[in-house]
């Protein structure tokens, strides 16, 4: 069993360097210098065991995952992502835990330079807490009242997966290759850092879905005063998800209200899709128009054949998750 | 039952307001203007139930805590605090519980301006993160390295209240007024912030007793290369710790290993004395010189009898205590 200061030690051996780190984890707080003339973008969200991720999740999946949904927040802003602070409360001090959980949390950090500076390890139910920190010039970041009238709305990947992964998993589990690929979906997600980078200057408003399209999409349209026209069958579908035979409206309601995507969805004016189409060639992700922004308010949802649609279950709340 | 936005938009609602913050809550991230030419000063803390405070704490108490003992960390590096944000995991989204928690918070908030501007609320057993942000001129920031062969050991207030409320509430709870004032000091400590900003440029090491004088010291001695030499009966006692009518060794025990003070204990030279009781004046906190720092490595304790002293139990680890 270790304690509190060797577990530490194991994570400050792990750190990525960076030059505007003065002084790194070991001291009362950290000391930054940030870059001059920049905005400083900061995000935090907490995982909690059987919450944010199912119990059976790899130490290493939730080393990841941590700070990947934070990434992601940064990446719905077009930031570029700079430093981290993590709190790990733990039900006991096991180096072994810590160890693989910084194997996924440090493959992460190491894609994206991103230096852990800071935080705490604790004692109590399993729960990650993560801040992260990011740069961007004034006005450049992408922010969700920022979306007009005639914008298209986008989507990068295929949403649903990760919903899928899980009803997969509380139904008992993954049965075959495809949907342990699903599973790695939920697990591993990939902020889209690189996309978020390249919209500023082309993206209106950029969001991530992290619970859920219509509930994220709901939030652009409040923020912004407009209403979103979603064609719900326009939504890219993974081969993994489509291989595993869903009712179409199960299908949908998953991608339309399903979390833990991370894949952003932003709004563009119409001149801007070739533009768009080459940063996210450039990105390496996939992005897709699924819908557009009109006068009024709200998100309303329509399939192929003109019909109005509604999910089985509406978004993604974690108190009601 | 509130959800999660509502519960959001209560916390948004009360937040102190800052020109800095160009961005708060409410978006992917939050979006923040540094001074120029500073440093940022980043810590982070998580208040667990049952590890960092007892079950029965008031909200309002742990509201107040979970920002004091982060604002204390910036108070130990003589910054000055900006910003925070806050990761509230509750077991049930009770808007009554978090109003209590916002009164408590806000409170310490508004002495500071300290702008909430971000974080999120999730679901869990209770727990709350805090991360905070501060400022501090280059060079001026009070390292846990910086103790030089010579320097005298001062600590602010009283240590001991905290781990004497600590164990009368472990006994069954306080008996009396007096027992009553020290659990305040568990529940509502202090950050010594005003202090902190007075001693650049007066202190050398500079720490917060989180873990208890001995602990802390011990963290200021190894970053530094140094041994202290602690007068344990040099600590003072606080009336109420005193109307405690403990053992001398136990009481000792309770001010050298007690964690949850939240007081500074910092190291200086001789010539200094004069300007750090003025600063102390000033700060509205009384300061104590305790020891001196020789050549060596460690911390060791005498009593005004001139024996070597132990305590009882040492050090405070998160993940025993």
Chains 1, 2 share one sequence.
Not at 87 to 103: G, I, N, T, Y
Request: negative net charge; proline residues 6%; glycine residues 10%.
């Amino acid at each position: 069993m270790a304690g509190e200061f060797d577990l530490i030690d194991r994570i400050r051996a792990r750190v990525v360097a960076r030059d505007d780190v003065v002084l790194g984890i070991g001291d009362d707080a950290a000391l930054l210098q940030p870059p001059a003339g920049m905005q400083l973008v900061v995000a935090m969200d907490t995982l909690n065991t059987g919450i944010h991720f199912p119990h059976d999740t790899a130490p290493a999946d939730i080393g990841w995952k941590a700070l990947a949904v934070n990434l992601s927040d940064l990446a719905a802003m077009g930031a570029t992502p700079a430093w981290c602070t993590l709190s790990l409360s733990l039900p006991e001090p096991d180096a072994a835990w810590v160890d693989a959980f910084l194997d996924g949390f440090d493959a992460l950090a190491r894609q994206h330079a991103v230096a852990l500076v800071g935080g705490d390890t604790t004692r109590g139910p399993l729960s990650v807490c993560v801040t992260v920190f990011g740069f961007v010039s004034p006005g450049r970041a992408l922010r969700r009242d920022a979306t007009s009238v005639g914008d298209e709305i986008w989507v990068s990947g295929t949403p649903g997966d990760a919903a899928e992964a899980l009803a997969q998993w509380s139904a008992g589990g993954a049965r075959d290759p495809a949907l342990r690929a699903l599973r790695a979906r939920l697990d591993r997600p990939t902020p889209r850092v690189a996309l978020g980078l390249r919209l500023p200057g082309l993206a209106h408003a950029t969001i991530d879905i992290s619970d859920g399209l219509l509930a994220d999409l709901a939030h652009v349209c409040r923020a912004s005063g407009v209403r979103a026209e979603l064609d719900i069958d326009a939504v890219p579908v993974s081969d993994a998800l489509r291989a595993a035979g869903l009712e179409p409206d199960t299908r949908r309601t998953l991608q339309a209200s399903g979390g833990d995507d991370y894949e952003l969805c932003f709004t563009a004016p119409v001149g801007a899709r070739d533009a768009i189409v080459a940063a996210a060639l450039e990105a390496d992700v996939s992005v897709t128009r699924i819908g557009r922004i009109v006068k009024g308010q709200g998100v309303v949802a329509t399939t192929a054949d003109g019909e109005l649609w509604a999910p089985v279950r509406a978004g993604w709340d974690h108190f009601s998750g």
